[in-house]
């Protein structure tokens, strides 16, 4: 399973990348607002440090606009992968971008199987259902990810499920379980994957012992 970094936060994204924890990087605007920086600056940076694909999304709403955005993020770093909605529009855009500019696409703000299978349809390198956002209306966002893995397993289509608005580390062990192919999540999230009380009690007695013994290696 890959990991993404849901954040534009370059210096959490150079700590992670560090520990080999990132395997690419999802941004939105509301994570570039966030920064503080521009989106071309921001972007450019996140795709210095890091290899996989970095998600810049568009902000256009018709075809046209989305298309010139999408060509101005392209030009900023070869791994920039170009983040649309999942709109009519979007799905349009998603299809020329990957025909015409041989270049990955992102279908983001998924909330239902068959819009999952309309972005699959429209040859997206990702689809991005969001759970976190599932979860706050009432709903469970990891049936969502279930229905898209078995709709895309029965059809061989070969976009990737990237998990997204993943807010806790049972969602990731949620979505793992289930096969998505991706998880995106906050900084904190990601690290948090770590911590187990029983680790962190059995270092404590070892350390401990180890004292005791008066040793030292090396
Ligand atoms: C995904 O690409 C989005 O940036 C993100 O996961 C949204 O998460 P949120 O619902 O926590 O804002």
Redesign the pocket.
């Known amino acids: 399973m890959k990991f993404?970094v849901?954040t534009a936060d370059v210096k959490e994204i150079r700590e992670l990348n560090d520990l080999g924890l990132v395997d690419g990087v999802?941004?939105?605007p509301?994570?570039i607002l966030k920064s503080g920086g521009s989106i071309a600056d921001v972007t450019k940076e996140i795709c210095s440090i890091v290899e996989g694909p970095v998600?810049a999304?568009v902000v256009a709403t018709e075809f046209k606009e989305m298309m010139r955005e999408a060509e101005t993020l392209a030009k900023l770093a070869d791994n920039v992968c170009i983040?649309v909605p999942l709109t009519l529009e979007g799905l349009k855009a998603c299809k020329a971008i990957r025909t015409q500019m041989d270049r990955m696409v992102?279908v983001?703000l998924c909330f239902s199987a068959n819009q999952a299978l309309l972005a699959a349809k429209a040859g997206a390198s990702f689809v991005?259902p969001?759970i976190?956002?599932i979860d706050?209306i009432g709903l469970d966002g990891m049936e969502l990810i279930a229905e898209i893995r078995h709709i895309y397993d029965n059809y061989g289509f070969d976009t990737e499920i990237?998990a997204?608005?993943?807010?806790t580390v049972n969602h990731i062990k949620q979505s793992a379980l289930i096969g998505a192919d991706v998880v995106?999540?906050?900084p904190a999230v990601l690290k948090a994957l770590v911590k187990h009380p029983l680790t962190d009690k059995g270092l404590e007695q070892f350390l401990a012992d180890w004292a005791k013994t008066g040793q030292k290696i090396g």
């Open positions: 993404f849901d999802t941004t939105n509301s994570l998600s999304e983040k992102n983001t991005s969001f976190g956002r706050d990237l997204a608005s993943a807010r995106t999540a906050p």
